[in-house]
Structures are given as C-alpha cells and as structure tokens.
C-alpha cells in the first residue's frame, strides 16, 4: 500500500497566533486515505506541542517564528516578517523518523501563504525525488494558474466538493477513496494536543462580498448529530484535548435540527470539554434556549460576526444581521449567564468603500451592547465581489497573491487604522474595568 505523507506546512506572514487552529481539510482528506488502505504520516510544521511556542489560555498560543527577509513584493512593507513553524533542521530530523512517502499531499489555507508551501515543496522534492507532490487547500482552489506556474507540484487539486476531490486524489493515488464519512485524523499527531479544531458542516447560506465560502460551497453540508457525538468522543478521546473549536461558517444555522440537539446529546454524555467559536456566529440565531444550552454545554469564548451595521455593507452581505437582531442575539447570551469577557464582536475594517466613519460608529455599537470589539482587516479574496471592487485602486491584487495579505489593507489605511486601533482598545479597556 502507498504511503502518504500529510503536510501543513510554514505559514510566512507579518502576523500569526495559533488560535486553536488545525489543518482540519488535510486530516480529513488523511481519514479517506486511511479508510482506503495508505499508511499516511503527517508532517504539521506548526503543531507547537510538537515544536514548542509559547502557550496562552484555553489552548491558544504563539507559534515558534524567526525573522526571514520579505519576497520582494513586500519588501517596502513597515512590518517584520516571519516564518512561523519548526526550525528548517529540527523538520529534516523528523523526516529521518518516517516512511518514505511516494505521495506528499500540502495545504496551504491563506491564498498569501504560498511562500511556506512552496518552501515546504522544494525541501521535500529535494529529500524525496522519486515522490509525488500535490497541492490542495484554499490557495490551491483559488489561485491554481499562480500555484501551477511555480513547478513545484505534480498535481494542484483545486476542489472544495468533498466528493470531486475524493475521485480527483483517488485517481492520482489508485486507492478507492471515498468523502463519507468525514472524520479528521488527530492520532497521526501521536502526541496529546492542547486543543483541537472541528467542523460540523460547511457552506453558509448567506453570500457576504467579500467572503471566500460561497465560492468554495455552493450550500450547506452538514453532519448528523449522533455522528458528531461519536466524532467528538473521538476526539477528545485521541487528543486528550479540553479546549474545542468550531470552525464552522454557519454553526447555528437550522440550529433546531443539527447544534441543538448534538449539544443535548453530548450534555448527557457528561463529558467537560470547553467550546470556543474563534470563528464567529449569526447573532439572528441566538435564541434564550439555545444559549442557555452552550452555557450548560461550557462555551467560553463567543465570538459574533457583526462586521458592520452601515447600510451599503449590510447590502454587500445580504442583510445577515440588523440591529435588532445584534440587540435580541446578545440579550440571549446575557440572559444565559455569558459575561462581558466572553462574549466579543468582529468589526471590519477597510472593505472597498468602507469608511473610517462607518467603522468608528460599528465599534460604538458593538461596544454599547456590552461587547469586546476586535477590528478584522480586510483581505481582498479572489473571486470575490469585492476583490473586483478592490482592483479599481490596487489592480495589482490580480497577479501576486501576496499583496491580498490583510496587514497590508492596514498598511495603506495605517492613519485611520491607528484612529480605529485606538477607540478598539479605549473600548474594550472600559468594559473589562
Ligand atoms: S455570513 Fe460569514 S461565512 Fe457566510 S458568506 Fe457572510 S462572511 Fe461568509
């Protein structure tokens, strides 16, 4: 049988903290190969109980980084620039414990992440000639012109449809590769893990300008409630993890059919795990009942994506959620005992025609409704409505993912985002007084 090495390679960057995050498509994709027969191995080149880092609460923490001199189309950017991961020597030793892969499979998630995958493809092609290198993940599904200009792998594979990229690799590999089900395979860490990232489903229902997911899921899938009851016995069970987060784009989407009920059932199982939503959640679906339970169940970090209430941005994003339902949302988890240090709110910064005014006065509200407020800058997605809107003023966004890079939209807005900075924090220093 064929082995596969899995690879979540550097990520390259001015900024990164690991909050809880996983490389959760390429565990999956391990989970399929397993079923199929293939002695998969995983290479996580940022997994810090593996390499160290810093470790903060709940399971987040700072990745171990060293400064590397920018690509050249960022060289005039004010900001240091990292490589976040193992050292390059301590990654050679670990090879020397493996398998000779004949497969190497690498992700790559942010589409100006590239640099780590290309940097991980070069060391592994140098160890491993005779291997075949594939690329998948977001940068692969939304930029595979500029991945297969590089030369570096033998197969991009640009699908987020669970299925086709199932045929697609099973081709590839000539193992009988199926999507279901769907579980990610953290014993290939071999380690205990400090928190764990998970999905129940993907896709949203909404279409948000400026947002990757309804490009990459045309609708909602999701899993069944037993389903992820086992999955997350499993988990737990494998990783010895207590800190848990969603990754989900519309957790509480039909909350009645699939959140509240997997939340019953794992209330009954008795387990203490504590829930985190780093990725936010629809404040329109947060009913008394429902919030009540994620107090029971051990949420502890609520996140919401408000992202602006101005009108023509709420246009851009399909109305997802008004005033009324930001008040009706936060009165639930008030009501359910979620106090001002767990509950917080993303608001953006710096979306085509978005104004320093409009950001100033979403902070205000977020924070009068007894919020944190954290500013999420924008990062211009290809394929996306906003990132046509965006080429107006910076047409070269097209041809060099890197500069889609968000600390770069803070950057060319730096004197607003220092005003909008300051407010953030004036803000928030007043509601945790
Ligand atoms: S609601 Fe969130 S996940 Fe859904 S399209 Fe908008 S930004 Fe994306």
């Known amino acids: 049988m064929p082995c596969v090495l899995l690879v979540n390679p550097w990520i390259d960057d001015f900024a990164a903290y690991d909050l809880w995050a996983r490389p959760l498509g390429l565990l999956t994709v391990g989970a399929w190969l397993e079923r199929a027969g293939a002695d998969v191995q995983l290479l996580d ?36 620039y990292r490589r976040y991961g193992a050292p390059e020597a301590a990654i050679i030793e670990f090879l020397d414990r493996l398998h000779p892969p004949d497969y190497i499979l690498i992700t790559c998630l942010m589409t100006y992440w590239y640099p780590g995958a290309f940097a991980a493809a070069r060391l592994l092609r140098r160890r491993y000639p005779k291997a075949v290198i594939i690329l998948g993940g977001v ?18 594979l640009p699908h987020k449809d669970p299925d086709a990229l199932a045929r697609r690799l099973g081709a590839i590999t000539r193992l009988p590769l199926t999507a ?24 949203c229902p909404y279409r948000c300008d400026y947002c990757a997911t309804p490009l990459m899921y045309p609708g909602l899938i999701r899993k069944s409630p037993a389903d992820l009851v086992a999955e997350l016995d499993e988990i737990t069970m494998v990783t010895g993890a207590r800190d848990i987060a969603f990754y989900d784009d519309a957790l509480l989407a039909d909350s009645e059919k699939h959140f509240q009920p997997f939340l019953e059932s794992w209330l009954a199982r008795g387990r203490f795990v504590r829930f985190h939503l780093p990725n936010a959640v629809h404040a329109r679906w947060l009913t008394p009942d429902l919030c009540a ?56 910064f710096g979306a085509p025609e978005q104004t320093l005014a409009q950001t100033l006065a979403d902070l205000e509200y977020a924070h009068r409704l007894g919020l944190q407020v954290s500013l999420a800058a924008y990062s211009p997605i290809p394929g996306t409505p906003d990132f046509t809107r965006s080429l107006v003023d910076w047409p070269q966004l097209a041809d060099e993912p ?32």
């Open 45 to 80: 080149c940022l997994a810090r109980e593996v390499w160290g880092g810093t470790h903060r609460r709940f399971g987040t923490g700072k990745y171990v980084a060293a400064p590397i001199p920018p690509p050249p189309a960022l060289g005039g950017v004010p900001r240091r």
């Open 139 to 156: 940068y692969a599904f939304l930029c595979p012109e500029h991945a297969r200009a590089a030369g570096l792998f033998d197969h991009i």
């Open 180 to 203: 279901n089900p769907g579980r990610a395979v953290y014993h290939l860490y071999g380690t205990p893990l400090r928190h764990a990232a998970w999905l129940t489903g993907v896709g």
């Open 293 to 348: 339970l994620m107090r029971r169940t051990g949420f502890t970090t609520i996140r919401l994506g408000m992202e602006s209430l101005a009108q023509d941005l709420q246009s851009r994003s399909g109305f997802k959620v008004s005033a009324d339902e930001m008040e009706r949302g936060v009165a639930a988890l008030r009501g359910a005992g979620f106090t001002a240090a767990e509950m917080g709110a993303y608001i953006l």
């Open 402 to 433: 890197l500069l889609q890079n968000n600390t770069l939209t803070i950057v060319r807005r730096a004197v607003d985002y220092q005003v909008a900075r300051r407010r953030m924090l004036a803000l928030n220093r007043r509601r945790l007084a």
